[in-house]
Nanobody, 127 residues
Framework: LQLVESGGGLVQPGESLRLSCTAS????????IGWFRQTPGKEREGVSC????????YYADSVAGRFTMSRDNAKNTFYLQMNSLKPEDTAVYYC?????????????????????WGQGTQVTVSS
């Protein structure tokens, strides 16, 4: 049972990246899912999450209007499209999935562990 991420890299400010997270061993449509990010010395923060029950989507204020989260249940994969990237978006990005009944906001903001985590992918925004 694992989540595998891809899509990180080095881009210039204003450019775009798309992160992907594919699950193996379990069906993502039974899970709340989300993207978190972490920089050195700081706690992991929720960026965007989708509720297990109603498919509602939460975005952190820092990324609202620039990032879009989506899912493809047929591919057992979800995505984070990141546009208009800024240097402050630089971080290691982690995908996560949890079988509990979280709202989208709770999935992203309530402290504590989550069920499964990806290995993390580095996103660097620099000129």
């Amino acid at each position: 049972l694992q989540l595998v991420e891809s899509g990180g890299g080095l881009v210039q400010p204003g450019e775009s990246l798309r992160l992907s997270c594919t699950a193996s061993g379990f069906a993502l449509d039974n899970y709340a899912i989300g993207w978190f990010r972490q920089t050195p010395g700081k706690e992991r923060e929720g960026v965007s999450c989708i509720s297990k029950n109603d498919g509602s989507i939460y975005y952190a204020d820092s990324v609202a209007g620039r990032f879009t989260m989506s899912r493809d249940n047929a591919k057992n994969t979800f995505y984070l499209q990141m546009n208009s990237l800024k240097p402050e978006d630089t971080a290691v990005y982690y995908c996560t999935a949890d079988g509990r009944t979280f709202s989208a906001q709770a999935m992203c903001t309530i402290s504590g562990n989550r069920g499964y985590w990806g290995q993390g992918t580095q996103v660097t925004v620099s000129s």
